[in-house]
């Protein structure tokens, strides 16, 4: 499956942007998908992911109650909401798939990127205060 970021920009301090996450080739619906962000000099992190174990979510703590996760399985795309955004939520996203059907909780894929094989090319987030 090909992965296709989309939705960064630069924004204020409080601002908003919805990432998207679209594929191609074939459904996302059933399958674990997740966001993560890398801001120079720092590892990735996972910043939100839904499993398909009944769509539960995960949010790390610096984003929980700003960001939402959601498919939208008419567009074929997984969203990322982000709302009062804050300077140190500049980074690259990158949205990835886990292709083997596993169906591991979402904080388990949050915090173990190496099950996602498929990876989108990233959308930079730029927040400025």
């Known amino acids: 499956v090909q992965l296709q970021a989309s939705g960064g920009g630069s924004v204020q301090s409080g601002g908003s942007l919805r990432l998207s996450c679209a594929a191609s080739?074939?459904?996302?619906?059933?399958?674990?998908v997740g966001w993560f962000r890398q801001a120079p000099g720092n590892e990735r992190e996972g910043v939100s992911c839904?499993?398909?174990?009944?769509?539960?979510?995960y949010y790390a703590d610096s984003v929980k109650g700003r960001f939402t996760i959601r498919r939208d399985n008419a567009k074929n795309t997984v969203d990322l909401e982000m709302n009062n955004l804050k300077p140190e939520d500049t980074a690259i996203y990158y949205c990835?798939?886990?292709?083997?059907?596993?169906?591991?909780?979402?904080?388990?894929?949050?915090?173990?990127?190496?099950?996602?094989?498929?990876w989108g090319q990233g959308t930079e987030v730029t927040v400025s205060s």
């Open positions: 080739g074939r459904s996302l619906a059933r399958y674990a």
């Open positions: 990835a798939v886990d292709m083997t059907l596993a169906s591991y909780t979402s904080s388990y894929y949050c915090n173990h990127l190496f099950e996602f094989d498929s």
């Open positions: 839904i499993s398909p174990r009944d769509d539960n979510t």
